[in-house]
């Protein structure tokens, strides 16, 4: 199940990305150095805590940068293009929306307040497909269907719809152009637990249905095992580990990964819940060589100082920058 | 606490009085509703809850079922529109403001958001401190020591160290910490925890769950704990209520709520809930249809109909459902256990009560 199994050009191929911000105590280092394959269809969850970095990997794919990025570099390669070094008017024109639409937390609050929804829908196509009006009323209110909204919805003002079905909105306008890659980005955050449920069953539909790739981004990683078929776990700007959902859920090799399921307050056992002590560190100024050693309860003097490497974990399918597999190490 | 208060409470629970008692509790709210006619929100709608020192109940609700307002009217931040507000056998519903001080002492809340209900003007000491002098406890000398103790508690420490710092330098687990050290300054008997732990990072919500739950062995303090996570309610509280469109829809031990769900919206919502599992990813989750409706238009019988997977025609749409008691610990509000086994507390709930409420302005929905 894991991307690096499968055969064949992946999808999406991220190479060594890197986004600062310029600040005034110095450049914020949002992502530091990620690389990841995803093949056609497949789902990679990014989860991490707040200040992780992984909005501003989602925002780096979408380039979706605000104006005080310091820096910019890597590759991220889709379907043979490189997104990092085409124009913006490249990018909006080819590949925005075409070639990897978002969900995003907010989407609801993205609605236009102004125009009825089928309208908006009908602006993804028209605008940027160049569909006709008429096509693009068709295909509007397929998509609704396809998102199970009643077809009255296309006449509908966003103010009358739930924050459920403004979320559906914002996935029928994301899969209008028939994109290979959707970026999900906390798509279900601000819903409640039945509402969530009901858009992840949406997601994991057109996954099997429509062949979509996605990168579900979140901090619930119980959340993300709804669809991941890849998890990466994100700390400080960096993948600390990544490998097939049964690898890392079942034998997460990383502390960082293994203190987070801990942390999950479980429904059906009553383990005791585990806390990381401390706090996530200041991306102006990173500690030294792994950054989780600060709050790791294996740290060693290497850790300190040398920056780990991906190494192989027991498991087989997954990687994990820790010291701790290291052969030597032990 | 003074001398009084101290001796009242130590009657009211000889008497094996509860220390918090919501009777029968009714929050309606005028609301603007279509053109120039307004329309009721019923946010509560006969709610029945006690909760002892050193106990910890959970209230478990989607946004909209009326968990926070059920929180708001327990400190009698809101003045209930029918029934009543008890603290240790004495009546507050109508006790005016100026009267509800020696209330408000021991009655405080902690809240969902460390990141606004903090005031970014002031240090961390003034606002732990301002409790104390809205209550006129103690000295500027006796406050400050209070100040200290209470961040030594909540684990602010050194507490030299964070008194003159501001809100904005602190993770959001720090604030939260802060917001708990504010409500244990009067050492409060009762404790709101609305939500304290549903905005900050999962890696730390263990942490501050942990210090609730010392602070309560060490000073016995009740907590209502409103979530929306079940989750965390069982690690957090044995008893729970879960709440759907202003009632309690069934109450018991936390645990057998999850293992044993009688309510069909309880079942709804557990499989709702993702655990850790790779399993997850390929099969599709069975939900309920649809999504609460708003309180404003409460659907008649059983309001929870209208989504019900066990809807029976003719009975749950017209006659609402008894409160039925399951055994000592555990009630149910549903027709499919109407069965004359169990002992029905009471045939229906009221008629709904039309009073509006005039203290409080009507909230727009």
Redesign the interface.
């Known amino acids: 199940m894991n991307g690096r199994a499968t055969s064949g050009e992946p999808l999406l191929s991220v190479r060594g990305l890197r986004l600062s911000y310029a600040a005034e105590r110095g450049d914020v280092r949002a992502v530091d150095g990620v690389s990841f394959d995803l093949q056609a269809g497949q789902?990679l969850a990014i989860v991490g805590?707040?200040g992780s970095g992984k909005t501003s990997l989602a925002l780096a794919l979408l380039r979706l940068l605000p104006r005080n990025v310091a820096l910019l570099q890597g590759q991220a390669i889709l379907n043979g293009v490189d997104c990092l070094t085409l124009s913006d008017g490249d990018f909006r024109d080819r590949i925005r929306w075409r070639q990897i639409s978002m969900v995003f937390q907010g989407a609801a609050e993205s609605l236009n307040p102004i125009y009825k929804v089928g309208h908006q829908v009908r602006e993804v196509l028209t605008a940027r497909g160049g569909h006709s009006r008429a096509a693009a009323d068709g295909r509007a209110k397929e998509l609704l269907d396809m998102v199970r909204l009643p077809p009255e919805t296309f006449n509908r003002y966003p103010h009358e719809l739930?924050g459920?079905m403004k979320q559906r909105v914002a996935v029928a306008s994301a899969l209008a152009l028939n994109p290979p890659l959707i970026l999900l980005d906390e798509p279900t955050s601000a819903l409640?637990?039945?509402?969530?449920?009901?858009i992840?069953?949406l997601f994991?539909?057109f996954k099997a249905n429509l062949g979509v790739a996605s990168i579900f981004i979140s901090?619930?990683?119980?959340?993300a095992?709804?669809?991941?078929?890849t998890i990466g776990v994100m700390y400080a700007g960096r993948i600390v580990e990544i490998g097939?959902?049964?690898d890392v859920?079942?034998a997460p090799s990383h502390p960082y990964t293994q203190?987070?399921?801990a942390?999950?307050?479980?429904?059906?056992s009553?383990a005791p819940?585990?806390?990381?002590?401390g706090?996530p560190p200041d991306l102006s100024d990173p500690p030294s060589g792994c950054r989780f050693h600060p709050r790791c309860a294996f740290v060693m003097e290497r850790c300190r100082s040398e920056s780990p490497p991906d190494l192989p974990s027991q498991s087989g399918s997954a990687v994990a920058a820790c010291w701790l597999l290291d052969e030597g190490a032990s | 606490m003074t001398e009084l208060q101290a001796a009242r409470a130590a009657t009211a629970q000889e008497r094996g009085v509860p220390m918090l008692e919501l009777r029968d509790v009714a929050m309606h709210f005028r609301a603007r509703g279509r053109g120039f006619r307004s329309t009721t929100v019923r946010a509560l709608d006969g709610v029945t809850l006690t909760l002892d020192r050193g106990e910890t109940v959970a209230i478990v609700g989607?946004?909209g079922c009326g968990k926070t307002t059920l929180g708001r009217v327990s400190l009698r931040l809101l003045r209930p529109t029918a029934g009543q507000v008890v603290f240790d056998g004495e009546d507050v519903t109508r006790t005016p403001e100026r009267r509800l001080k020696p209330f408000r002492r021991r009655a405080q809340g902690i809240f969902q958001d460390p990141f606004t209900s903090l005031d970014p003007y002031m240090t961390i000491g003034q606002i732990v401190e301002e409790p104390l002098v809205i209550h006129g406890a103690g000295a500027a000398a006796a406050r400050r020591e209070r100040v200290r103790w209470a961040l030594d508690e909540v684990r602010l420490r050194p507490a030299e160290d964070f008194v003159d710092r501001f809100p904005h330098l602190l993770?959001?687990?720090?604030r939260q910490r802060v917001g708990i050290a504010r409500a244990l300054t009067l050492t409060p008997d009762y404790m709101l925890a609305d939500e304290p732990v549903s905005m900050i990072?999962?890696?730390?919500?263990?942490?501050i769950?942990?210090l609730l739950g010392e602070l309560q062995e060490r000073h016995r303090i009740g907590y209502l704990y409103i979530t929306?996570?079940?989750?965390?309610a069982?690690?957090f509280a044995p008893t729970a209520a879960v709440m759907y469109l202003g009632r309690i829809v069934e109450q018991g031990p936390t645990r057998q709520l999850?293992?044993d769900p009688l309510h069909p919206y309880t079942k709804?919502?557990?499989?709702?809930?993702?655990?850790?599992?790779?399993a997850?990813?390929l099969a599709?989750?069975i939900?309920?249809p649809g999504?609460a409706p708003s309180p404003a238009n409460v659907p008649g019988g059983c309001r929870f109909h209208p989504r019900c997977p066990a809807f029976m025609a003719g009975l749950c749409d017209v006659v609402p459902p008894p409160i039925v008691r399951i055994d000592p610990l555990r009630s149910v509000e549903c027709h499919l256990y109407g069965d004359d086994d169990h002992q029905r507390v009471r045939e229906a709930e009221p008629p709904p009560d039309d009073t509006e409420n005039t203290a409080q302005d009507g909230e727009t929905v």
């Open positions: 789902t805590e707040s739930s459920g409640d637990v039945g509402v969530q449920a009901q992840m069953n994991k539909r901090h619930d990683i119980a959340l095992s709804d669809l991941a078929d097939s959902t049964e859920l079942r203190k987070l399921l942390a999950i307050p479980r429904l059906r009553d819940l585990e806390f990381i002590p706090a | 989607e946004s993770s959001g687990g720090q990072d999962a890696s730390s919500r263990a942490e769950l942990a929306h996570d079940i989750a965390t069982r690690h999850i293992s709804g919502l557990l499989n709702a809930v993702p655990e850790p599992d790779p997850n990813r599709e989750r939900v309920l999504e």
